[in-house]
Nanobody, 119 residues
């Protein structure tokens, strides 16, 4: 059974930082692409960042230069460091996994963690 468990969400002020973690189990972590998506109220879920099994990364234009995705294959964990936060970053952030992330269709999802950025 695949499990993706996010942690680290919460409240931050605009201009501040937050870090998210996602611990994965039930998959061969090192062989899987991993990603972070987010869904703001009234909006569709969107890709924030993803990392391939080889460590390549991609970011949404809205977070480039502010967010950093990384992975620790020894810990089966993927991270998202969010700097220079903006109120528009407020959303539920979801961890995702699976080879189909590359085509925008993750195979597995976490339950999400709420990030709220106050102005």
């Amino acid at each position: 059974q695949v499990q993706l468990v996010e942690s680290g969400g919460g409240l931050a002020q605009a201009g501040g930082s937050l870090g998210l973690s996602c611990a994965a189990s039930g998959i061969i972590f090192s062989s899987n692409a991993m990603g972070w998506y987010r869904q703001a109220p009234g909006k569709q879920r969107e890709l924030v960042a993803r990392t391939t099994s080889g460590g390549s990364t991609n970011y949404a234009d809205s977070v480039k230069g502010r967010f950093t995705i990384s992975r620790d294959n020894a810990k089966n964990t993927v991270y998202l460091l969010m700097n220079s936060l903006k109120p528009e970053d407020t959303a539920v952030y979801y961890c995702a996994a699976g080879p189909r992330i590359i085509i925008g269709r993750p195979d597995y999802w976490g339950k999400g963690t709420l990030v709220t950025v106050s102005s």
